[in-house]
């Protein structure tokens, strides 16, 4: 049987962003990493999950929680030096 841990090794994001988008979709990070890898290879995919982070740092904005939307902001600039394809605008 495959391990999350063998899951997390194989798919397209950090183990961060996998859990944030799991937090995010109230979904387990083994289903996180199935609907991450469908979206990284359908198009207008990674733009979508650029838009969930993007959320995500709005809401953390929202609620005065000014430490999680800098890690948010982190995870958001790793992520699109990883996936330069995941710029809104880039198609």
Request: net charge negative; glycine share 4%; proline share 2%.
């Amino acid at each position: 049987m495959i391990s999350l841990e063998d899951m997390e090794d194989m798919c397209s994001l950090t183990r961060a962003e996998i859990a944030q988008v799991a937090a995010h979709e109230h979904i387990t990070e083994e289903a996180a990493v199935a609907e991450i890898e469908r979206l990284m290879h359908q198009h207008g995919g990674p733009q979508a999950l650029n838009a969930m982070l993007c959320e995500d740092i709005r809401a953390a904005l929202h609620a005065d929680n000014v430490a999680e939307a800098r890690r948010l902001f982190a995870l958001l600039r790793g992520f699109l030096a990883a996936h330069p394809e995941a710029v809104r605008g880039v198609e």
